[in-house]
């Protein structure tokens, strides 16, 4: 279902312009090392959601407007943002990078932001972005670095705070982290789960796809649409997920790289792409995944 169109450009060459659904995720964030028994880390935040498609966006807020292609030659260029991994210190991670999407005539029409990463002992605070970093835990004396990062209003969620020395879970696009797991995810069907599958984005969970979902953390589990396996597992790519937390040696685990899709009617679109975005059609409409950087003419 197409939300409601932004006007932004005029048609030529006999066609109109269309309207345009889009999911827009960012990288999420790095969660930190677990430096030893005292003290347990935080785990990264989800990078930034925004769609117009579907009843709700990111942080739980209204959906976007649907953007409208002016059917005039207009270059939209869709920037995908990468994932937080292991940081300067070698124990901190780091956050997630923006997603964007720009227009050649009408400049930046949507972008999000990175997710914060996990805080680790003696560092202050975590990280804030679309979504926020969890806390890190300290059995021996509260500090700055119990402060959970920040998550925007319309992009996700705060990270988790601490219980006892408990290192907080990664916000999510979907709910706030919390001492126990990370925030969910938020479902966003804007491709069926069988070619969301296909092109191994977000993560099926029945018949929904998630996306966004916070880092889990040392002791407690994730939210849907987070870093599945281990505590020592990095988030699947193109999923926008924050990372767990990590207690090797000089490791912390990746977030999951953002990832953009554009939805539109078949009978608007060009197939003038590069990057390679993968293409697909339900119904009447054609559905474009990237999972790297690239452009659309309308």
Do not use: W
């Not at 009447?284 to 995944?289: A, F, G, K, Q, R």
């Amino acid at each position: 279902m197409f939300g409601q169109s932004i006007p932004l450009g005029f048609a030529g060459g006999g066609r109109s312009p269309y309207s345009v659904d889009f999911l827009l995720v960012a990288g999420g964030g790095g969660g930190s090392r677990v430096i030893n028994s005292g003290f347990n880390a935080g785990a990264g935040g989800a990078g930034g959601l925004k769609t117009s498609y579907g009843s709700v966006s990111g942080g739980q807020s209204t959906p976007k407007s649907a953007l409208s292609f002016g059917a005039d030659g207009s270059t939209y260029t869709i920037t995908i943002g990468g994932a937080g991994g292991l940081g300067s210190s070698g124990n901190v991670g780091s956050s997630g990078s923006a997603s964007s999407i720009v227009s050649s005539t009408a400049g930046t029409l949507h972008s999000v932001s990175g997710g914060g990463r996990g805080s680790r002992q003696s560092q202050a605070g975590a990280g804030s972005g679309g979504s926020g970093g969890g806390a890190s835990g300290y059995s021996g004396q509260p500090g700055s670095y119990l402060t959970p990062g920040s998550g925007i209003a319309d992009e996700g969620h705060n990270g988790g705070t601490t219980v006892s020395y408990s290192g907080g879970g990664g916000g999510g696009a979907g709910a706030a982290g919390n001492s126990l797991h990370g925030g969910s995810g938020l479902a966003v069907n804007i491709l069926n789960t069988t070619n969301t599958a296909n092109a191994s984005i977000g993560e099926v969970s029945g018949s929904d796809t998630f996306y966004c979902g916070g880092g889990r953390t040392a002791n407690g589990g994730r939210g849907v649409g987070g870093t599945s396996g281990s505590v020592n597992s990095s988030a699947s790519p193109n999923s926008g997920a924050g990372s767990a937390t990590s207690s090797g040696y000089n490791q912390s685990n990746s977030g999951g790289s953002g990832v953009v899709v554009l939805r539109m009617p078949t009978a608007g679109y060009t197939g003038v792409t590069t990057g390679s975005p993968r293409v697909y059609t339900e119904g009447s409409d054609t559905i474009l995944v990237f999972k790297s950087s690239g452009t659309y003419v309308d």
